[in-house]
């Protein structure tokens, strides 16, 4: 961009900025002593400050001088179960006695305690209870987050989760996209039946879906404890025909073809993957699938097999990150935990760690023309951190520094905090 390409009048200026705006592959994309411009929502102009136009800075509504702090795009957590209600301390304590997530699913608890909470719950109540952890990620620089159903597992509380996800959307100054996740689980009254649950899915609930525009993805979960390949492949090309794009839990506990499938659907992405083989991975690389890889789930189930990063890699499947925010095996809302638990125990580098909370998972959700990288014509998301350097997002285990976060231009969440988030 020349200076003369600076607009007759921006909304803001954001001066003294150092930018990391993840716009080249794999690198952070660093622009020291940045300035970048903001009018109607979207980046109009960001560089080096050397290279700011003379007569800017009055040409802007407003200016915002930062001192130094580094701005890095929105986060972007791309798989979260964010509407549930209660939660599943007692089953970390099974946990940690032993039990599998297998054994407390087949014992009647796991997913199915929490869609007796949600159905038990109103709709209010479980809005109210959803609300905190929302909260909690726009104060960490989140700036859209995907949320599933998942807990209902009928359709009036599928629906039900779905119209919570998209009141805390429009009530939040977050982006929330909603994903119809019907097949999570088999519901207690079609024990032994579940191919009529997904005869209920497809015939009812998808259809229901669309028609009401609740969300504009199609998830399921392809594992031993929940629903099988050909179960899955009926659910996806129902998700098809009402134009919904779809996504898979896949070789969470074990490998079942689930990242192959996905593939074969074109789908945004294959999540978990700690069972991958190298088939799969090779069909994600060539569909152009995301790989969305969930530290969280992975440490508090004490796994041990990690998802095969390298081969990944090599083949160029992209890699997100999420929080899987849920109750029953990822209880966190934090992107930066998160990140560094990545790094640590999958061997993802830090780069690597926060382009899978921006870029690769606006990717994730089909989005990578409008968020994910500060470039000009990019919606104005962002977060703005009190650190010296971009690896420290990834370095901390706890503390918070972000000190704003920005969505569509406007400051949305303001810390008076974020310096002592830096202990030091
Ligand atoms: O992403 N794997 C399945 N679904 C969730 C867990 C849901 C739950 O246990 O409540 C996950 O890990
Ligand atoms: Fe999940």
């Not at 007796?116 to 109103?122: D, E, G, I, L």
């Not at 805390?168 to 191919?195: C, I, Q, S, W």
């Not at 700690?274 to 690389?285: Q, S, W």
């Not at 095996?329 to 934090?334: A, K």
Request: charged fraction near 20%; glycine fraction near 10%.
């Amino acid at each position: 961009m020349t200076p003369s390409d600076f607009p007759a009048t921006v909304d803001t200026l954001w001066l003294d900025v150092r930018l990391a705006t993840l716009a080249h592959q794999a690198q952070y994309g660093i622009i020291e002593k940045g300035a970048m411009a903001v009018d109607k929502g979207r980046i109009v102009w960001l560089g080096s400050i050397e290279t700011l136009p003379a007569g800017a800075v009055p040409k802007a509504r407003s200016v915002h001088r930062l001192d130094n702090a580094w701005v890095t795009p929105g986060l972007i957590d791309c798989h979260t179960h964010l509407v549930h209600a209660g939660n599943r301390a007692r089953e970390f304590e099974m946990l940690l006695n032993g039990a599998t997530y297998e054994e407390i699913a087949h014992a009647g608890g796991g997913i199915i305690s929490t869609v007796n909470a949600v159905r038990n719950a109103s709709e209010a109540d479980l809005y109210e209870q959803s609300i905190g952890r929302l909260k909690a990620m726009l104060a960490e620089g989140v700036t859209t987050v995907e949320i599933k159903s998942g807990y209902g597992l009928d359709t009036e509380n599928e629906l039900k989760m779905l119209r919570v996800a998209r009141q805390l959307g429009r009530n939040f100054p977050a982006t929330v996209m909603a994903t119809f996740l019907g097949a999570h689980a088999l519901p207690p009254e079609y024990k032994g039946r579940p191919d009529a649950y997904i005869d209920l899915v497809i015939g009812e609930m998808i259809p229901a879906v669309a028609a009401d525009g609740l969300a504009t993805a199609v998830d399921a979960f392809c594992e031993r404890i929940a629903f099988t390949p050909v179960q899955i492949e009926r659910v996806f090309s129902a998700a098809r025909q009402h134009g919904l794009r779809v996504k898979l839990h896949a070789e969470q506990l074990s490998d079942s073809n689930g990242a192959a499938l996905a593939a074969r659907f074109g789908a945004l992405s294959a999540d978990h993957l700690e069972h991958l083989n190298a088939a799969g991975a090779a069909d994600m690389a060539a569909a152009g699938t995301v790989a969305v890889l969930l530290p969280g789930a992975y440490y508090f189930l004490k796994e041990t097999c990690k998802p095969p990063v390298d081969l990944m890699r090599g083949q160029g499947v992209p890699m997100a990150l999420s929080t899987d925010c849920n109750p029953g095996t990822s209880p966190t809302t934090s992107p930066l935990l998160m990140m560094n638990m990545a790094c640590v125990n999958f061997g993802i580098t830090p780069v690597e760690a926060l382009a899978g909370f921006t870029i690769n998972a606006a990717r994730a959700l089909g989005m990578q023309d409008r968020w994910g990288t500060l470039e000009v014509g990019k919606h104005a998301d962002f977060a703005v951190w009190d650190i010296d350097e971009p690896v420290e997002l990834a370095y901390r285990m706890g503390g918070n520094p972000c000190r704003m976060t920005v969505k569509g231009g406007e400051i949305v969440f303001r810390s008076s905090t974020a310096k002592l988030g830096r202990h030091d």
